[in-house]
């Protein structure tokens, strides 16, 4: 029986990891003990999503001394860093780390993907409310406000004219893990 490593367990997570037991794979789970898929799995290991060197360590112990493990995913949960780190050091299929650190900042992600070519709205990082007040009297309202290293919309905020201006930053801010936040809208505002 082939093992899969999955990083995160959370409820999202959760027909996943169903779904990879009914394949007959036996799972390993890697994150929060109370979280809802992590007793689902066939095995367990507490070790934060987010912390990449432990969650390594982890899956290499359990791959050099319990079981050997065929793969290693995430699902619903933004840390491709943490399983492209535990896939190269085991050497499982995944993407490269190179690929990895591009996802995680959305910033670092648009400056790559424009050096290589491909069009992307303006855009720069933001580094206080004293900078977004000064976008917004040069650029006007066309502008997104959003954490550099969350997922989906979460943190995402349109600015609009009414907005409080600083209640929109404050807000993207707590929204970031890292409390990096970006701005990015239409050429010429």
Same mark, same amino acid.
């Given at each position: 029986?082939?093992?899969? *490593?999955?990083?995160? +367990?959370?409820?999202? &997570?959760?027909?996943? !990891?169903?779904? %990879?037991?009914?394949?007959?794979?036996?799972?390993?789970?890697? =994150?929060?003990?109370?979280?809802? =898929?992590?007793?689902? /799995?066939?095995?367990?290991?507490?070790?934060?999503?987010?912390?990449?060197? =432990?969650?390594?360590?982890? +899956? *290499?112990?359990?791959?050099?001394?319990?079981?050997?493990?065929?793969?290693? !995913?995430?699902? /619903?949960?933004?840390?491709?860093?943490?399983? %492209? +780190?535990? +896939?190269?050091?085991?050497?499982?299929?995944?993407?490269?780390?190179?690929?990895?650190?591009?996802?995680?900042?959305?910033?670092?992600?648009?400056?790559?993907? /424009? /050096?290589? =070519?491909?069009?992307?709205? *303006?855009?720069?990082?933001?580094?206080?409310?004293?900078?977004?007040?000064?976008?917004?009297?040069?650029?006007?309202?066309?502008?997104?406000?959003?954490?550099?290293?969350?997922?989906?919309?979460?943190?995402?905020?349109?600015?609009?004219?009414?907005?409080?201006?600083?209640? &929109?930053?404050?807000?993207?801010? &707590?929204?970031?893990?890292?409390?990096?936040?970006?701005?990015?809208?239409?050429?010429?505002?």
């Amino acid at each position: 029986m082939n093992t899969l *490593w999955v990083v995160g +367990a959370g409820v999202e &997570a959760v027909p996943g !990891i169903q779904r %990879a037991k009914d394949l007959e794979l036996f799972v390993v789970v890697s =994150g929060d003990p109370d979280a809802p =898929g992590f007793h689902l /799995a066939d095995d367990h290991v507490v070790v934060s999503t987010y912390d990449i060197e =432990g969650t390594v360590d982890a +899956a *290499w112990k359990y791959h050099g001394s319990i079981r050997p493990l065929k793969g290693v !995913i995430c699902i /619903a949960v933004d840390v491709p860093l943490t399983v %492209a +780190a535990v +896939a190269e050091k085991l050497q499982l299929p995944g993407i490269p780390l190179e690929t990895a650190r591009l996802s995680v900042d959305k910033v670092v992600m648009k400056k790559h993907l /424009a /050096a290589c =070519g491909i069009p992307v709205p *303006w855009f720069c990082r933001l580094e206080s409310l004293t900078q977004l007040r000064s976008i917004v009297k040069n650029r006007g309202y066309s502008l997104v406000i959003k954490p550099v290293d969350n997922r989906g919309s979460h943190g995402v905020l349109r600015l609009v004219r009414d907005i409080d201006l600083e209640w &929109a930053f404050d807000y993207a801010v &707590a929204c970031s893990p890292n409390s990096q936040v970006s701005m990015s809208g239409h050429e010429g505002g």
